[in-house]
C-alpha cells in the first residue's frame, strides 16, 4: 500500500485542512479497501487467500502533529481486522505495522537521531524488514489472521 505522509508536523486540530485529510483518507484508507474488493474474487478461487495490509506502528500512540494520517492509519487497522473476521474462512487478513523505516525528506540528522533514540534496537528500520515480514506471512503464517504485526524495533513497548 503507498500512503502519504505530509511532513513539518503541521496536520493539527488547529490548522484542519479538508482537503489534505480529504488525501490522506483517499490515499491511506480508501485506496486499501478498494484493492481489497476488487481482490476478493480472485482471492476467494485461490487456496489460500492473503491480504497485507501496511498499517503503522503509531496507531497506538497517536502523533499530534499528524492527526489525519495517525487517524487514516488507525482505519486500516479497523478495516484489517473487520476483513479478516468477513473474508475467513478463504482469505486471511492481516497487517504489518511499520515504525521508523523511511524518514520524511525535511527531518533533520538531530530529529531522525532523537527519534532513533526512542527505538530500544536504537536503529531504523529498512523495507527489507517490511518486506519480511509480509515474506512470512505469506509463506509461514498461513494460521495468522487478523493481526498486526508491529516491525518497530521494539517502539512500541516503550
Same mark, same amino acid.
Request: negative net charge.
Given at each position: 500500500?503507498?500512503?502519504?505522509?505530509?511532513?513539518?508536523?503541521? *496536520?493539527?486540530?488547529?490548522?484542519?485542512? $479538508?482537503?489534505? !485529510?480529504?488525501?490522506?483518507? /483517499?490515499?491511506?484508507? =480508501?485506496?486499501?479497501?478498494?484493492?481489497?474488493?476488487?481482490?476478493?474474487?480472485?482471492?476467494?478461487?485461490?487456496? *489460500?487467500?492473503?491480504?497485507?495490509?501496511?498499517? *503503522?506502528?503509531?496507531?497506538?500512540? $497517536? !502523533?499530534?502533529?499528524? =492527526?489525519?494520517?495517525?487517524?487514516?492509519?488507525?482505519?486500516?487497522?479497523? =478495516?484489517?481486522?473487520? =476483513?479478516?473476521?468477513?473474508?475467513?474462512?478463504?482469505? /486471511?487478513?492481516?497487517?504489518?505495522?511499520?515504525?521508523?523505516?523511511?524518514? $520524511?525528506?525535511?527531518?533533520?540528522?538531530?530529529?531522525?537521531?532523537?527519534?532513533?533514540?526512542?527505538? $530500544?534496537?536504537? +536503529?531504523?528500520?529498512?523495507?527489507?524488514?517490511?518486506?519480511?515480514?509480509?515474506?512470512?506471512?505469506?509463506?509461514?503464517?498461513?494460521?495468522?489472521?487478523?493481526?498486526?504485526?508491529?516491525? *518497530?524495533?521494539? +517502539?512500541?513497548?516503550?
Amino acid at each position: 500500500n503507498a500512503s502519504i505522509f505530509p511532513g513539518g508536523g503541521v *496536520d493539527t486540530l488547529e490548522n484542519f485542512d $479538508p482537503s489534505l !485529510w480529504g488525501k490522506m483518507l /483517499r490515499l491511506n484508507l =480508501l485506496a486499501p479497501t478498494a484493492l481489497c474488493h476488487y481482490a476478493e474474487e480472485p482471492l476467494l478461487e485461490s487456496p *489460500d487467500g492473503l491480504i497485507v495490509n501496511l498499517c *503503522d506502528a503509531s496507531v497506538d500512540r $497517536p !502523533w499530534t502533529g499528524h =492527526l489525519g494520517y495517525s487517524v487514516s492509519k488507525a482505519g486500516l487497522v479497523c =478495516l484489517t481486522k473487520a =476483513l479478516a473476521r468477513g473474508l475467513a474462512p478463504k482469505i /486471511r487478513v492481516n497487517g504489518v505495522a511499520p515504525g521508523i523505516a523511511e524518514f $520524511p525528506e525535511d527531518y533533520s540528522e538531530v530529529t531522525r537521531q532523537k527519534l532513533i533514540q526512542q527505538v $530500544p534496537l536504537k +536503529r531504523a528500520g529498512s523495507a527489507e524488514d517490511m518486506a519480511s515480514a509480509v515474506r512470512f506471512l505469506a509463506c509461514e503464517g498461513r494460521y495468522i489472521t487478523g493481526q498486526i504485526i508491529y516491525i *518497530d524495533g521494539g +517502539r512500541s513497548i516503550n
